[in-house]
């Protein structure tokens, strides 16, 4: 066997869950390369490819086995392993005979701590037959799969049944077992195009064999990438530079999930389905039949869509023709479902709110329409917005999950209550509303910017969190079945990205009130609010703020994420000052020491007459300065200039702690000393703690 060579693991399966794939298939190699790491097994680089029916992982330059290893063991003392008479303690022909040897071959361990006997052997790594089948093992255990499957008589469980397993070191397959399965070094190739059985004689020769006689593209990257540029080759060859492809990137990867050999085809639809809203045609195409729709170059739709076939016919036309007459069905059944919901308004659909439950101990979607009105108006008095309108808003809000065009295309909801809002001639603000409160949808997405909106989809949010904890509902580990990481993500991107000055303690204590019952959890408000922080803690990680300056705003307990923003970029700022490491060490020495002194204070403020020298008085006098100042700019929300000013203190603070001894006993001026720090500390905290600075 070489020294190193490529290795090749492949599970071929049944259809694999497409929008899954990608995220499979990164975990799968993900697991390996950490393995084979953990077991000291050194590689050059590693790559995976999937398709709809495998997962495949190649491991490039693969040492063939673990490097030697020099085994050192410590037993007794050496003063403990003879006794008075230089014979050999028990202790001593213990530990040899746990070593596997005699006394005789023993060494002496010496360090700079002391002497002891010992056992030194060289212990071969073991070869790469030996740990691999437990490795991919493993690795494939571990995958994130929610539901396993099991298939005949077998017991074991994977996202779909297997049909084979390649083990492949070089040209030399590896004997195992996985998952039920001996490994081999076979595979198949397209289902249609290349059914029989593919022999890989090396790992290095999968990929491009799969391609040639195959007729697959495993490469899950690469084969991504065709289906963009045939997509936009087929256009481009259609239409000329009229039209182009618009891609949704979800869309893509389950598309690139669904096909091994992707083909691009053009097919149309009538002009006359262009009547339809633009969201409808694009759910259609792209949420149901998985087709990229066509734009023109203004954005608007053209009556034209791009399929990828998994096959290359010999007969196109009945490829495009079969995929025509479906999405005209589908199509001809949204203009129906479109033009039946406009024959009425969204004011007649309110009642019918009463026979759908939202949860059941928290009523139905009417009780949560009339508490997120209720709640919308509260949020928009404080933001600026509409009263009335958001009123109105907040009732229709959730009318259009009545309609037949959201009962067939759920995604639209909020979409559509829009448009029907506009028909029904209802305010713009209100129209738009409808769509904005469920904004934003996903990580990324854009925001409400219409005050109403962002008034609704605040109310929407908070009536959920608060729902849900009021009737312990809380999330733990990975389960959230009410999405309430998702609602406290967006009401603090809505409330930070478009500068809204809210706080949520004021609005949960509203929203409580809404509840015609009694909510079963009477610790909901610092709860939310808490559960709030943890995803402004996670939030701020992602975009790179350190822990610490997270944590030194955070323990303020504010409930404003405006306001918490503003102090987090101010203490940053505050950070990179040459003075805020000693003022943050000085922030933390007073600390400590305010939080020792348990005795009672008798005096009620601060006397200059105690003070013993210059280091006190001009504390004192910096202090005194300071304050008025730092009060009118932290009220107005100038926390990096509040800093700055407090940056000053640097050389008065060092002098004090220099030249004056804090806990003396004279307690007159102790007392004074603890009354000029907790003055200081005072000054520090009306922006943050900055004594939890590292």
């Known amino acids: 066997m070489k020294m190193k060579d490529d290795f090749l693991v492949e599970i071929h399966t049944e259809e694999l869950p497409p929008k899954a794939l990608l995220k499979l298939a990164e975990a799968f190699c993900q697991q390996l390369k950490d393995r084979l790491q953990k077991s000291d097994l050194a590689f050059e680089d590693i790559k995976f490819f ?12 693969l040492a063939s086995g673990q490097p030697d290893q020099v085994v050192e063991r410590k037993g007794p003392a050496v003063n403990a392993a003879f006794d008075a008479s230089g014979n050999l303690s028990q202790a001593c022909v ?10 005789a071959e023993l060494i002496v361990i010496k360090n700079n701590q002391g002497e002891w006997m010992g056992f030194r052997q060289n212990v071969a790594g073991k070869k790469v037959a030996e740990l691999l089948p437990g490795i991919i093992e493993q690795a494939a255990t571990a995958l994130p799969i929610p539901k396993r499957m099991r298939w005949g008589d077998n017991d074991a469980q994977f ?83 009229e039209a182009s492809v618009l891609i949704d990137h979800a869309l893509l990867d389950e598309v690139t999930g669904l096909v091994e050999w992707p083909v691009a085809i053009v097919g149309n639809f009538d002009r006359d389905f262009l009547e339809l809203p633009q969201e409808v045609l694009i759910s259609s195409m792209q949420d149901h039949q998985r087709y990229f ?16 076939s998994n096959i290359r016919s010999h007969q196109p036309e009945r490829v495009v023709h ?37 949860q ?43 309609t037949d065009m959201v009962g067939e295309f759920p995604e ?6 829009c448009y029907y809002a506009a028909h029904d001639g209802l305010p713009n603000d209100v129209s738009i509303a409808m769509k904005e409160q469920y904004m934003p949808r996903f990580a990324g997405d854009d925001l409400p910017q219409n005050p109403v909106g962002q008034a609704l989809a605040l109310a929407d949010r908070i009536d959920t969190l608060t729902g849900a904890f009021g009737i312990n509902q809380i999330p733990t580990g990975d389960k959230d079945p009410y999405g309430l990481r998702r609602a406290a993500v967006g009401v603090i991107r809505i409330l930070i990205e478009n500068n809204i000055d809210l706080d949520l303690r004021a609005v949960l204590e509203f929203a409580v009130s809404t509840y015609t019952a009694r909510l079963e959890n009477p610790d909901i408000i610092p709860q939310v609010l808490s559960f709030v922080q943890e995803r402004l803690r996670s939030w701020y990680q992602e975009q790179g703020v350190m822990p610490d300056v997270f944590a030194s705003v955070a323990a303020l307990g504010l409930a404003n994420p405006l306001d918490i923003h503003e102090r987090i970029k101010a203490v940053q700022a505050f950070k990179r000052l040459t003075e805020a490491e000693t003022l943050s060490i000085a922030n933390k020495r007073v600390s400590n020491i305010l939080a020792k002194y348990v005795d009672a204070i008798d005096a009620k403020s601060i006397d200059p007459n105690f003070f013993e020298n210059a280091a006190e008085r001009e504390l004192a006098h910096q202090l005194e300065a300071k304050s008025q100042v730092v009060a009118r700019l932290s009220q107005s929300g100038k926390y990096d200039e509040v800093l700055l000013q407090l940056a000053e203190l640097r050389k008065p603070v060092d002098d004090f702690f220099d030249q004056v001894m804090v ?32």
């Open 360 to 402: 059941a101990k928290l009523g139905t979607l009417y009780d949560k329409a009339a508490r997120i009105s209720q709640q919308a108006v509260f949020i928009a008095g404080k933001i600026g917005a509409s009263s009335v309108l958001a009123e109105q808003a907040g009732l229709l809000a959730k009318t259009d999950l009545t």
């Open 50 to 61: 999937a398709t709809p029916r495998r997962l495949a992982v190649l491991v490039k330059d």
């Open 159 to 241: 996202t779909r049944p297997i049909h084979s397993v390649i083990m492949l070191y070089g040209a030399q397959v590896i004997p195992g077992n996985i998952l039920g399965y001996a490994a081999g070094q076979v595979t198949r190739g397209h289902r249609f195009h290349a059914p029989d059985r593919i022999t890989i004689p090396h790992a290095a020769e999968y990929e491009s064999l799969l391609r040639v006689k195959g007729f697959v593209i495993a490469d899950f990257e690469f084969r991504r990438s065709e289906i963009v540029r045939s997509a936009r080759e087929a256009v481009l060859n259609a239409f000329g530079g």
């Open 293 to 308: 729709p066509v734009t023109n170059a203004k954005g608007k739709l053209l009556p034209h869509f791009v399929t990828i």
């Open 322 to 358: 079969g995929n025509e007459r479906v999405l005209r069905a589908r199509l001809s059944d949204a203009a129906f479902f479109y033009a039946k919901d406009k024959q009425e308004r969204l004011e007649q659909r309110v009642e019918r709110l009463k026979g759908i439950v939202f």
């Open 94 to 103: 213990g530990f040899a005979r746990s070593c596997g040897v005699t006394p």
């Open 663 to 694: 806990m003396t006993d004279d307690k007159p001026r102790r007392e004074n000393r603890i009354l000029l720090l907790s003055k200081l500390r005072a000054l520090f905290l009306q922006v943050a703690d900055i004594a939890l600075l590292q």
């Open 412 to 417: 639209l909801q909020g979409v559509m209550g």
